[in-house]
Nanobody
């Protein structure tokens, strides 16, 4: 059974950095697309970044391009989201997600974590 467990969220000041993690378990993820989504209070969940497990292809939402970086450690089965130059509008619950196949900017995912809260103060 696939499990995705996020961690690393917290409170950070605007302009600061934070790295959140997602430990994936339950199967091998080669051939999968891994992604981060976020949901701000009162808003719909939105795509943030995605990558193929082999690390070849990465895609970012325009709102985070140049500030966020998605990466993975295949030995640790962990996906990361490095977030720099954080803004108050980045405040949201961040979700890790996985989907079989190689996709760019997926909007449908098969597996979801429970999320980790990131709060950016002004």
């Amino acid at each position: 059974q696939v499990q995705l467990v996020e961690s690393g969220g917290g409170l950070v000041q605007a302009g600061g950095s934070l790295r959140i993690s997602c430990v994936a378990s339950g199967r091998t993820f080669s051939g999968y697309t891994m992604a981060w989504f976020r949901q701000a209070p009162g808003k719909e969940r939105e795509f943030v970044a995605s990558m193929w497990w082999n690390g070849i292809s990465t895609t970012y939402a325009d709102s985070v391009k140049g500030r966020f970086t998605i990466s993975r450690d295949s030995a640790e089965n962990t996906v990361y989201l490095q977030m720099n130059s954080l803004k108050p509008e980045d405040t949201a619950v961040y979700y890790c997600a996985a989907r079989p196949g190689l996709h760019s900017r997926p909007n449908v995912m098969d597996y979801w974590g429970k999320g980790t809260l990131v709060t950016v103060s002004s």
